[in-house]
């Protein structure tokens, strides 16, 4: 089947909020119940599953021929909405499987990987915590970093999904907690690079942060990877609108070994935020931005306060 496809697309998608209608024991799920100020009910989480099953398979360039083979998702609450999500009826076609680890994460929101195992064929996956502190000392939980590896076209390579900590109480006051999990990630690639100096390493995530920013910076520098979305955000293009200002939390960076056409099975091609008419507001204030599901606790029933980002990888 792998010989039909002329370019692979790997994308990435903060999916806002996936979360079912039960109460869990262990996590602040509270907003995102039947009886909560949000009425997060049956219906609407049905409506959430299948509008995100209408994206999943269009991400990509206009000429792709198949769905991403690979999507990292930020924002997922546990296995029983990832089943529900692959399993749904725009999605179920498609045969995804997925990977997830439940994390500490206050919130109870995890990272997951979806992927066709039929082009994708998976041989190991774990996750990394991020240690962090808060002001009295106590260790303040976050989202864990997944890493899945496995084999595209007959070359080995690894994946790196990130949800970074949140800019809400302020942006340098924060900035400490997204240079902690640029530090973890520059680990685990120094380890995959020791078991292999040629490791092919993608990593993606929601950082939280835009391509200029030192978390982002010091990913690059430090693993020798190359972020393509630094030239893709512009003042009208990126993945989430915030006082009316475009940012590109959401990217997806790629070992420079990608452009290496002599000694590689993958070669790295395009990049861009999936930004497709259908996922934006159509009128008002907000035209052009995401089509969220919420705007605090107001109830729009679109897709995410995100769009996909994705690269395209071709064989050599």
Same mark, same amino acid.
């Given at each position: 089947?792998?010989?039909?496809?002329?370019? #692979?697309?790997?994308?990435?998608?903060?999916?806002?909020?996936?979360?079912?209608? &039960?109460?869990?024991?262990?996590?602040?799920?509270?907003?995102?119940?039947?009886?909560?100020?949000?009425?997060?009910?049956?219906?609407?989480?049905?409506?959430?599953?299948?509008?995100?099953?209408?994206?999943?398979?269009?991400?990509?360039?206009?000429?792709?021929?198949?769905?991403?083979?690979?999507?990292? %998702?930020?924002?997922?609450?546990?296995?029983?909405?990832?089943?529900?999500?692959?399993?749904?009826?725009?999605?179920?076609?498609?045969?995804?499987?997925?990977?997830?680890?439940?994390?500490?994460?206050?919130? $109870?929101?995890?990272?997951?990987?979806? #992927?066709?195992?039929?082009?994708? &064929?998976?041989? =190991?996956?774990? +996750?990394?915590?991020? #240690?962090?502190?808060?002001?009295?000392?106590?260790?303040?939980?976050?989202?864990?970093?997944?890493?899945?590896? $496995?084999?595209?076209?007959?070359?080995?390579?690894?994946?790196?999904?990130? =949800?970074?900590?949140?800019?809400?109480?302020?942006?340098?006051?924060?900035?400490?907690?997204?240079?902690?999990?640029?530090?973890?990630?520059?680990?685990?690639?120094?380890?995959?690079?020791?078991?292999?100096?040629?490791? &092919?390493?993608?990593?993606? $995530?929601?950082?939280?942060?835009?391509?200029?920013?030192?978390? %982002? %910076?010091?990913?690059?520098?430090?693993?020798?990877?190359?972020?393509?979305?630094? +030239?893709?955000?512009?003042?009208?293009? $990126?993945?989430?609108?915030?006082?009316?200002?475009?940012?590109?939390?959401?990217?997806?960076?790629?070992?420079?070994?990608?452009?290496?056409?002599?000694?590689?099975?993958?070669?790295?091609?395009?990049?861009?935020?999936?930004?497709?008419?259908? %996922?934006?507001? @159509?009128?008002?204030?907000?035209?052009?931005?995401?089509?969220?599901? @919420?705007?605090?606790?107001?109830?729009?029933?679109?897709?995410?306060?995100?769009?996909?980002?994705?690269?395209?990888?071709?064989?050599?």
């Amino acid at each position: 089947m792998n010989n039909n496809i002329d370019a #692979y697309t790997i994308a990435f998608y903060n999916i806002e909020n996936l979360f079912d209608i &039960k109460k869990a024991p262990l996590t602040n799920d509270r907003d995102f119940l039947p009886t909560s100020q949000k009425r997060w009910t049956l219906k609407r989480y049905q409506n959430k599953l299948m509008k995100l099953g209408t994206v999943i398979p269009k991400i990509g360039n206009e000429d792709s021929k198949i769905a991403p083979v690979i999507i990292g %998702l930020a924002e997922v609450e546990n296995q029983n909405v990832l089943s529900d999500l692959v399993n749904s009826k725009n999605l179920i076609d498609e045969n995804y499987k997925f990977i997830h680890f439940d994390s500490l994460d206050e919130r $109870g929101i995890d990272v997951a990987l979806l #992927y066709k195992p039929d082009i994708f &064929k998976v041989r =190991h996956s774990e +996750t990394f915590s991020v #240690y962090l502190q808060n002001e009295k000392g106590e260790q303040d939980y976050t989202r864990d970093i997944l890493l899945v590896q $496995g084999e595209l076209n007959n070359e080995s390579i690894n994946v790196i999904v990130n =949800h970074w900590s949140s800019r809400r109480e302020g942006v340098r006051e924060t900035e400490f907690k997204r240079m902690a999990s640029a530090d973890v990630v520059n680990s685990v690639i120094k380890k995959l690079k020791k078991e292999n100096l040629n490791a &092919k390493i993608i990593v993606m $995530g929601d950082f939280n942060d835009n391509p200029n920013c030192n978390s %982002l %910076l010091l990913l690059e520098e430090e693993s020798d990877l190359f972020n393509p979305f630094k +030239t893709v955000w512009s003042r009208d293009n $990126g993945s989430l609108s915030h006082n009316f200002q475009w940012n590109l939390f959401d990217q997806i960076l790629v070992s420079t070994n990608f452009f290496d056409t002599y000694n590689s099975n993958l070669v790295y091609s395009d990049a861009k935020v999936f930004n497709s008419k259908f %996922l934006t507001q @159509f009128d008002g204030k907000y035209k052009g931005q995401p089509f969220r599901t @919420f705007v605090g606790k107001k109830y729009k029933g679109g897709y995410s306060d995100h769009f996909p980002v994705f690269i395209e990888l071709k064989p050599s």
